[in-house]
């Protein structure tokens, strides 16, 4: 069974920058098909598709966040990362680690870390 | 608010049927996804392409998608069902998401 694990600071303070890792393991994630992904949620909203990564490094980010984020894969750790800059007391959520699989519109996230709470306060 | 529209609630009792909706202009054009989300644990999808299920995912639930509505219905609901249903689709080049419906099985 994939699993997915988020790891990063809790808390992070405003105009500062937000780096979270997600660790999957077993297999590889230079898997053909296979993108990586991160989402974040506020409770009681929906949740917000951040972007996601394939193991070659193209990227494909929400526009909303693109001047603001940076997704980067590590092969040789089975890891990707998101990094946030300038955050805000708006960044405050529980952000998640998914893979995404399928392909054009019918990719659906299929396994997901727990989430990790990060909150932006000073 | 969201790109996808669902209702915040429903309820239902043990052994009903729970229909939970997601609309949006156009979504029978697109595939919707759904996921069941519980607090502390990792969110689970439930159905994916409008109406395939992972394995592990119990007949029980199913899904559909016609005309500008998706359509999650779980039979013989049990108290184990109880959590936030959110919807899924993709808008052009971009992922979004429905609002969440929050099933209560009383």
């Known amino acids: 069974q994939l699993q997915l694990q988020e790891s990063g600071p809790g808390l992070v303070k405003p105009s500062q920058t937000l780096s979270l890792t997600c660790t999957v393991s077993p297999g590889f994630i230079t898997t053909d098909g296979d993108y990586w992904s991160w989402i974040r949620h506020h409770p009681g909203k929906a949740p917000e598709w951040l972007g996601h990564?394939?193991?070659?490094?193209?990227?494909y980010d929400n526009p909303s966040l693109k001047t603001r984020l940076t997704l980067s894969v590590d092969t040789s750790k089975n890891q990707f990362s998101l990094t946030l800059r300038s955050v805000t007391a708006a960044d405050t959520g529980v952000y998640y680690c998914?893979?995404?699989?399928?392909?054009?519109?019918?990719?659906?996230?299929?396994?997901w870390g727990r989430g990790t709470l990060v909150t932006v306060s000073s | 608010s969201p790109d996808l529209s669902q209702p915040p609630s429903v309820s239902v009792s043990p052994g009903d049927t729970a229909t939970i909706t997601c609309s949006a202009d156009k979504l029978g054009s697109r595939y919707a996804s759904w996921y069941q989300m519980k607090p502390g644990q990792s969110p689970v999808l439930v159905i994916f392409q409008d109406t395939k299920r992972p394995s592990g995912i119990p007949e029980r639930f199913s899904g559909s998608n016609s005309g500008n509505t998706a359509t999650l219905t779980i039979r013989w609901t049990q108290s184990t069902d109880e959590a936030d249903y959110y919807c899924q689709a993709w808008d052009s080049d971009s992922v979004v998401f429905g609002g969440g419906t929050k099933l209560t099985v009383l």
């Open positions: 990564i394939y193991y070659t490094g193209t990227t």
């Open positions: 998914a893979r995404m699989s399928g392909t054009g519109n019918r990719k659906h996230f299929d396994h």
